[in-house]
């Protein structure tokens, strides 16, 4: 974790699998990270994660009737600089979510999102395509009439 990146409030982490954050990135209270030793979560430079999100790095295989969860299944998670995830949004394990996307709030996440891209809904979907260089939003100017 780099110096210039921020875990904020009532953040946790369960689980002995390796979480690597990068610069200037922000993880929101709230949020949950559950790893698996055997495999990594990556969330990259310049990211935002929005409170109450849940990135898990394991789950299980879908068994018989005696038992549904069975065997335990661990795979990695990666999220490309500059990604704004929403709040209450659920990444399962093995997806990459592509640089400089925009996941909308209360998304689940099951399979990859391609780079520059939003994408919503449960299960995600590609809403539209995000332009590389977005001009920088600035506020009206309060003097004005």
């Not at 922000?26 to 310049?46: A, K």
């Not at 335990?72 to 990459?96: E, Q, S, Y």
């Not at 391609?114 to 395509?129: E, L, S």
Request: aromatic share 4%; with cysteine.
């Amino acid at each position: 974790m780099f110096p210039n990146s921020w875990i904020c409030g009532d953040v946790r982490i369960f689980g002995r699998g390796a979480v690597s954050l990068g610069r200037h990135a922000w993880i929101s209270p709230g949020t949950r990270i559950y790893t698996r030793r055997e495999v990594s979560i990556t969330i990259g430079d310049d990211v935002d994660i929005g409170p109450f999100t849940v990135i898990l790095t394991g789950s299980h295989e879908i068994g018989d009737s005696r038992k549904r969860a069975a065997d335990v299944t661990a795979a990695p998670v990666v999220i490309g600089d500059g990604t704004w995830i929403g709040g209450r949004c659920t990444i399962l394990g093995g997806v990459t979510i592509g640089r400089g996307c925009v996941v909308a709030a209360g998304t689940v996440v099951t399979r990859d999102i391609p780079d520059n891209v939003m994408a919503g809904g449960v299960p995600a979907r590609i809403i539209k395509a995000l332009d590389e260089a977005a001009p920088a939003r600035t506020l009206p100017d309060q003097d004005a009439p």
